[in-house]
């Protein structure tokens, strides 16, 4: 005897459904399912059914047919009815993302409706006959197991079906395990079985799925390579990792200035350097030995080379012909546009310096859309518990160094967290605002008291000049800026620590402003000494390469006095510091970042008086990276304080903009325009400023002939004349305008997508609510029902025997 009982169709599987691109009304249909969902699970637990597979009648039978009835619903929680429990459960946000099935069946819609093959019609539009049963299957069997195996299989045959590009995009797109997506992909993979022998199209098909496959794991082959060769990768992921964002922003803005000096150098190495070392001028004289004391000073038998200004010629490099053996002219071919060394000084060293300057913008407003895009830092604790991981790291060193970089970004987030809170009272914030006042004055007062020093001794150097024969003597200057440049930020951080911030990243911002008025207050001495006092006292010389080797006797001693830093001031305060039970130091990052900021302004000082200025400051700062890491990893150790350094990128490159490129423009603009240039040596001998090569080169053209006559036009309307300057300004500041206008848009559309999250919340609410209500109300009226039913009124009888 076999007993039957009938299974109302799961909600998942109803709401996993989605209508097919055929029919009329959508609408009216997803009303009619959800009303018929509710009815379904309104339902007492006596309606639920299922359906047995049939056994031999037995003992167990007639406990079988006692048990018909019974209910086979587990306990619930008592906030809500079960009905509505159960409506809960089967929506889409309780189900897709923690159902596997539910996925599953998702994704099988989704490439059913992306293929639109008419030839197999829809699962949904199958009769009932065809769907599957669970009839000859023991009571073990599950049937959500069995309708996700049927749904799996589907999906495989639907993504065999699919190009092989779109069958991966749709495989990355789904939120499975990798495990189960490297399942899917084997069995899309398999090749088809089909009966008889392979024909020439089914080899042909192999052929080409074999090379299909070969050429995408070379693609993925090159691009792991490609991201090997990324220089300091794994390096900058273990500093990350280890000491947080804050210490990794140094090095991220290492990297970065080091970017710019590959793209100052590359023009001026192939329009001023190899154009000029392939045409070599008579030298000036006999060269001296080399000493060795050339690398500090930057003199001797540099002097005379391509690093500095003087051995660039003055004319043109190749001759336009070398004249006919009869003593005739030159033909108007051979001697049209020879190569102008004057003006391709001038326009390279702009060029280039341009290209920095749109690069440098466009980084700027980058990095300050990515750091302001979003102002709230809600959810970024979950986000960082629950999505940081990644999943595809295999070997235990990557995911030592990951599990460190998530545990360094929580301690980050959390004690952000933690500063938001705290106030002051009113006398505490005016002793606060007093010791703040103070220290900022006897900060002032150091900067003033270098600013002096450099000043006088700068002063001293002039009324006394250095011998020629006594070279040693020129480091004089650059010696003392370094030693003050050195030694007053160590008193900025000792009167720093007078001022106990709360936040970790205002005295990190403190300390970069202090250092930043020092150096540049220092530079702005330097450049006047160099072109207001050095240009009228070296008339009869080669003033533009002594401020070429002055500026290359600075980068080189600031690099060695960073070196000094490291050895002895890192590693000696960490040995005193062990030694007294206080532990390791903590990187300095306001300091470092400033040197970084002082020696590319030198760089950029002094691009236009020694051109490999800038191949100089990359060996300095690949030098520089190596020799930070290591004294980091060894001598000191993480923020005490953690801090998120979420805004320090931008801070840096807009430091780096405003101050540093904007006075090195200044001062360069000022010595092509107004100094007049040395008439001894140089591209621009002779002339009245290093502007003049220009309208000189736009005389010549125009004697040159009708073919070029477009040249001098160009020069006189675009060059000379001051309206592209301000245009190119107005549509520079009209793009910084539309960026900031950008990202305030964008978080003005992330606050009003929180807040119709946050609508959407309540809605669900109010709709749980009501639907709560209407069940209570259903089981209240057939709660009543069932007592009028179990007690039957009182007779007549009754009363009379009352």
């Not at 997803?30 to 009303?35: A, N, Q, R």
């Not at 002097?303 to 030159?330: E, I």
């Not at 890192?570 to 030694?579: D, M, Y």
């Amino acid at each position: 005897m076999a007993f039957v009982l009938h299974v109302p169709q799961a909600p998942e599987d109803q709401g996993s459904r989605e209508p097919s691109p055929c029919e009329e009304s959508e609408e009216s249909e997803l009303h009619f399912s959800f009303h018929q969902l509710i009815q379904e699970q309104s339902r007492g637990p006596g309606e639920d059914r299922l359906e047995l597979p049939p056994r031999a009648p037995g003992p167990g039978a007639a406990g079988a047919a006692a048990s018909h009835h019974q209910a086979l619903q587990a306990p619930e929680p008592a906030a809500h009815s079960p009905a509505t429990l159960r409506i809960l459960a089967s929506m889409p946000s309780r189900t897709i993302g923690r159902s596997r099935g539910a996925i599953i069946s998702q994704f099988y819609n989704r490439t059913v409706r992306l293929r639109r093959r008419d030839s197999r019609p829809a699962l949904r539009g199958l009769g009932r006959s065809a769907r599957p049963s669970l009839r000859l299957y023991d009571l073990e069997l599950d049937a959500t197991a069995l309708a996700e195996e049927e749904k799996r299989v589907l999906l495989v045959k639907e993504l065999q079906g699919l190009p092989l590009a779109q069958r991966g995009h749709m495989l990355r797109g789904m939120p499975l395990s990798l495990a189960e997506k490297r399942c899917l992909r084997e069995e899309t993979r398999a090749p088809r079985r089909s009966r008889g022998r392979p024909g020439p199209l089914a080899c042909c098909s192999r052929l080409r799925y074999a090379c299909a496959l070969a050429l995408h794991d070379l693609g993925l082959a090159l691009l792991a390579g490609l991201q090997a060769l990324a220089p300091w990768h794994y390096a900058l992921k273990r500093i990350g990792g280890q000491f947080g964002s804050s210490v990794l922003s140094y090095f991220l803005f290492l990297k970065t200035l080091l970017a710019f000096n590959v793209l100052l150098l590359l023009p001026l190495l192939a329009f001023l350097v190899g154009v000029q070392t392939a045409f070599p001028p008579a030298p000036r004289g006999p060269r001296p030995a080399f000493t060795g004391l050339e690398l500090l000073t930057g003199g001797g038998c540099f002097t005379d080379t391509v690093m500095y200004y003087g051995h660039y010629s003055n004319g043109t490099l190749n001759q336009p012909c070398a004249g006919p053996p009869d003593g005739g002219q030159c033909a108007p071919e051979a001697a049209s546009l020879p190569y102008n060394m004057p003006l391709a000084y001038l326009f390279t060293t702009g060029t280039a310096f341009f290209i920095t300057c749109l690069t440098l913008v466009y980084s700027m407003s980058h990095s300050f859309g990515e750091s302001y895009r979003v102002g709230s830092t809600l959810g970024a604790h979950a986000i960082t518990v629950f999505c940081s991981w990644d999943h595809k790291v295999t070997q235990k060193w990557a995911s030592r160094l990951q599990h460190d970089n998530i545990r360094t970004q929580l301690k980050e987030l959390l004690a952000e967290w933690q500063l938001q809170g705290g106030r002051q009272s009113l006398c505490g914030r005016l002793r606060r605002a007093a010791l703040l006042a103070l220290v900022w004055l006897l900060c002032l007062g150091i900067t003033l008291g270098c600013t002096v020093a450099v000043y006088t001794f700068s002063e001293h150097l002039i009324e006394s000049p250095v011998r020629a024969d006594r070279e040693a003597a020129l480091l004089a200057l650059p010696l003392v800026v370094c030693l003050l440049n050195l030694g007053a930020p160590y008193l900025f951080r000792g009167l720093a620590a007078l001022e106990r911030h709360d936040s970790p990243v205002l005295e990190v911002y403190v300390a970069v402003c202090r250092n930043l008025i020092l150096k540049m207050v220092t530079l702005g001495i330097l450049c006047y000494h160099w072109l207001g006092r050095r240009v009228a006292t070296l008339q009869g010389q080669c003033w533009e390469d002594f401020v070429g080797q002055e500026l290359y006797r600075l980068t080189v001693l600031d690099f060695l006095f960073a070196l000094l830093d490291t050895l002895c001031g890192e590693l000696g305060w960490r040995l005193i510091s062990e030694r007294l039970g206080r532990g390791k130091p903590e990187f300095d990052i306001a300091r470092n970042v400033l040197e970084l900021i002082h020696g590319q302004t030198l760089a950029w000082l002094g691009v236009l008086f020694s051109p490999l200025l800038p191949a100089v400051q990359m060996v300095k700062l690949l030098l520089l990276f190596y020799v930070k890491k290591t004294s980091l990893l060894a001598n000191c150790q993480a923020p005490r304080r953690p801090w998120l350094a979420s805004h320090m990128s931008t801070v840096f490159i807009s430091l780096l903009c405003f101050p540093s490129f904007l006075g090195a423009a200044i001062f360069l603009c000022y010595a092509v325009w107004q100094v007049k240039p040395s008439s001894l040596c140089g591209p621009f001998r002779g002339l009245d400023s290093m502007y003049e090569a220009g309208k000189v080169w736009v005389r010549r053209l125009e004697r040159a002939g009708p073919r070029v006559s477009w040249l001098p036009w160009v020069h006189r309307y675009l060059v000379e004349n001051t309206f592209p300057v301000y245009l190119l300004s107005a549509l520079l500041l009209a793009i910084i305008y539309l960026n900031i206008q950008v990202v305030k848009g964008q978080r003005e559309v992330i606050s009003l997508l929180k807040e119709q999250i946050s609508n959407e919340g309540e809605d669900k609410i109010f709709l749980i609510n009501k639907l709560h209500s209407v069940c209570e109300r259903k089981e209240r009226s057939g709660a009543g029902r069932t007592q009028e039913v179990a007690v039957p009124p009182a007779g007549p009888a009754d009363h009379r025997e009352a």
